[in-house]
């Protein structure tokens, strides 16, 4: 079963840090550009980061860029978004989600999520 | 950034009858050199991640039944529920692909009247 799950999720004070992951499983993981995205409580989806099948490029959003690093391990089937200064808008639902088939295309496949609050 | 704004916010449609969402795009979705739209659809319902319905703006996923449905071309989509089901309450959410950031709609609520 093609499958994405993730964890690390959890309570944060303001200005800390968290990693999250994402464990791949039933496709070749090494094969497809990755995606983050989030949802703050009762809002809509935004997109917050993608890395390439081989790590060699990666984007942001403006709202995350110079404090989030996107980054996987193809070895592991892992995909990670490492947050730094986090701050109370932050607070979200992170999914990660697969990339169709090509560079540019919709998101098949989605993790259920993981809950990321900041808050002192 | 490629600013997508759909319409309604949210919408209430009898069991059976068709459920139309709009989504407007800032910059065109078309690419020329494929005639592609980098458009897709997505639903979510409460408690679950999204769920793909449509991509290339009418190519409807492996799996999704076929009274869903995506048209339009460049600036302009439309997706529509052909007769709505129980099954189909949720938020819809359109999303251009073309360029990062790879923005979303803000979301339609779907509900029974």
């Known amino acids: 079963e093609v499958q994405l799950v993730e964890s690390g999720g959890g309570l944060v004070q303001p200005g800390g840090s968290l990693r999250l992951s994402c464990a791949a499983s039933?496709?070749?993981?090494?094969?497809?550009?990755m995606h983050w995205v989030r949802q703050a409580p009762g809002k809509g989806l935004v997109w917050v980061s993608r890395?390439?099948?081989?790590?060699?490029?990666?984007n942001y959003a403006d709202s995350v860029k110079g404090r989030f690093t996107i980054s996987r391990d193809n070895g592991k089937n892992t995909l990670y978004l490492q947050m730094n200064s986090l701050r109370a808008e932050d607070t979200a639902v992170y999914y990660c989600?697969?990339?169709?088939?090509?560079?540019?295309?919709?998101?098949?496949?989605w993790g259920q999520g993981t809950m990321v609050t900041v808050s002192s | 950034d490629i600013v997508m704004t759909q319409s309604p916010d949210s919408l209430a449609v009898s069991l059976g009858e068709r459920a139309t969402i709009d989504c407007k795009s800032s910059?065109?979705?078309?690419?020329?050199?494929?005639?592609?739209?980098?458009l897709a659809w997505y639903q979510q319902k409460p408690g679950q991640p999204p769920k793909l319905l449509i991509y290339?703006?009418?190519t409807r996923e492996s799996g999704v039944p076929d009274r869903f449905s995506g048209s339009g071309s460049g600036t302009d989509f439309t997706l529509t529920i052909s007769s709505l089901q129980a099954e189909d309450v949720a938020v819809y959410y359109c999303?251009?692909?073309?360029?990062?950031?790879?923005?979303f709609g803000q979301g339609t609520r779907l509900e029974i009247k």
């Open positions: 989600a697969r990339t169709r088939i090509a560079v540019r295309d919709a998101f098949d496949i």
């Open positions: 039933g496709f070749t993981f090494s094969s497809y550009w």
């Open positions: 890395i390439k099948s081989d790590e060699s490029s990666t």
């Open positions: 910059q065109s979705l078309l690419y020329s050199s494929n005639n592609k739209d980098y």
């Open positions: 290339w703006a009418s």
């Open positions: 999303q251009q692909y073309y360029s990062t950031p790879m923005t």
